[in-house]
């Protein structure tokens, strides 16, 4: 088992920029794609970004590349997802996530095993 826990979400004035932290521990051994969903009110989550063990792969959804930009530190079991130009459509609350192995598919939820329990974060206009 893994348990992941964000931190890091707030409140923050369109323009601004947030930093969210995923600290993973357990089983941490194995080698784990991780990445990061979102879910507004009343919308249906979405895939946000991934990022592979030895971060030679990375992946970003349309709306957030060039803003965004996720790195992990496997020393610390921990990822990172720095968001800057941050705008009202990216309030969220933002979900960690993590898989075994290999990095693809990384789009469906599903595929994901574990799951944060999400931080919000709120961008004011």
């Known amino acids: 088992q893994v348990q992941l826990v964000e931190s890091g979400g707030g409140l923050v004035q369109a323009g601004g920029s947030l930093r969210l932290s995923c600290a993973a521990s357990g089983r941490t051994s194995s080698n784990y794609v991780m990445g990061w969903f979102r879910q507004a009110p009343g919308k249906v989550r979405e895939f946000v970004t991934a990022i592979s063990w030895s971060g030679d792969k990375i992946s970003y959804v349309d709306f957030v590349k060039g803003r965004f930009t996720i790195s992990r530190d496997n020393a610390r079991n921990t990822v990172y997802l720095q968001m800057n130009s941050l705008k009202p459509e990216d309030t969220a609350v933002y979900y960690c996530?993590?898989?075994?192995?290999?990095?693809?598919?990384?789009?469906?939820?599903?595929?994901?095993?574990?799951w944060g329990q999400g931080t919000q974060v709120t961008v004011s206009s």
């Open positions: 996530v993590a898989k075994s192995e290999p990095y693809s598919p990384i789009h469906e939820a599903r595929t994901y095993n574990y």
